[in-house]
């Protein structure tokens, strides 16, 4: 069983190696101080098991969990008993081990790990849009043509939404669940309550916004794990 | 009576692997000062959220170090500076200290 270590502690990093190393047919493959490296990591590797640190600044282990669309099993490990709960609530989670780990707790961890069965999620299919490349605005009575390629973004506000595109922003009666509905969740993504983006037009991203032509558009918390996910991260 | 570090947790884990033993006592040395005087700047700045996640990390060492009490108390003033409450970091800042002269020995 391949497996990778998360944790910004090089001691506890060291710990958890020290017990991998000790149990048979678990080996690991890589060991990560940030989430951010670990995450690029997985998005070229698979592992079998991801032993995970909960509190880590910046990045938290339940944020790690949400980016990952078809997460291994995942053992969390932390200091804080607090976390408990929260961990569960993810189907991946299989153990939860409190610092300092004792090899005993370790070992059933493992045994629980090999008697668990995760369900894979099955690829989400969006066949809402059946192959269109566009959508038909109603402006005025007339209905106008928008390429899904051209449109940078669309913001909520009040009744309204605004479809931004390179050319001219447009101004509709809808809400922003509505149009969601309509674009193809291939290329877009909501970031924040108000703000839907097409992925292929950002520019950069800087601590929590995006930049998309000369628009900064804010990354809500609970929206960032999925950003993260479907960025291609060198 | 004031608890005394010691080093029975990474010798239970390390089997009798004295390789292992050594790496983590290097790493120990090599982490645990810079994490001491991380926590103190940001003490004396006031940048109580940052001393918290300082603790976080401190608190950690304390259990692998076998101070069971000291890393309740830490618990504690990794709580209380959430809320810019200070009050525990004399009796905190004393078991740093201890750690230090326990490390110096190794």
Redesign the interface.
Same mark, same amino acid.
């Given at each position: 069983m391949d497996c990778i270590i998360v944790d910004?502690?090089? $001691? $506890?990093r $060291?710990?958890v190696e020290?017990?991998c190393d @000790?149990t048979p047919d678990l080996e690991v493959v890589a060991t990560f101080s940030n989430a951010v490296e670990a995450i690029k990591f997985l998005n070229q590797n698979s592992v079998d098991l991801i032993f995970l640190d909960i509190?880590m *600044?910046g990045f938290t282990g339940v944020d790690f969990v949400q980016t990952l669309k078809n997460p291994p099993k995942i053992v969390f490990t932390t200091?804080d008993t607090d976390f408990a709960i929260e961990a569960y609530e993810y189907e991946a989670i299989v153990d939860y081990l409190v610092? *300092?780990i @004792?090899?005993e707790r370790f070992t059933k961890s493992i045994q629980k790990v090999n008697s668990t069965a995760i369900r894979q999620e099955e690829p989400k299919q969006n066949n809402k849009q059946n192959g269109k490349e566009d959508l038909y605005i109603n402006i005025d009575r007339r209905l106008i043509k928008l390429k899904f390629e051209d449109i940078l973004l669309v913001a909520a506000k009040g009744d309204y939404i605004t479809i931004k595109t390179q050319q001219k922003p447009y101004k509709v009666h809808t809400t922003l669940k509505k149009i969601k509905e309509k674009l193809p969740e291939r290329t877009f993504l909501q970031i924040h309550r108000s703000y839907i983006i097409n992925i292929n037009r950002i520019i950069d991203i800087e601590d929590n916004s995006v930049l998309i032509d000369k628009n900064v558009i804010p990354i809500s918390r609970s929206n960032r794990p999925e950003l993260m996910r479907r960025l291609n991260l060198l | 009576m004031k608890e005394t570090p010691n080093l029975e947790y990474i010798k239970e884990l390390a089997g009798g692997a004295k390789s292992f033993e050594e790496k983590f006592i290097a790493i120990i040395k090599a982490e645990f000062p810079n994490e001491k005087e991380q926590y103190l700047q940001n003490l004396k700045d006031k940048k109580y959220r940052e001393t918290s996640e300082n603790v976080h990390k401190l608190k950690h060492k304390l259990n692998i170090l076998g101070l069971q009490k000291g890393y309740r108390l830490a618990v504690r003033h990794e709580e209380d500076l959430r809320y810019e409450d200070t009050k525990l970091k004399d009796e905190f800042l004393d078991i740093l200290n201890v750690i230090e002269a326990f490390i110096k020995t190794l």
């Open positions: 910004d502690e090089t $001691a $506890a $060291a710990i020290q017990l @000790t509190h *600044p200091s610092k *300092p @004792t090899r | -």
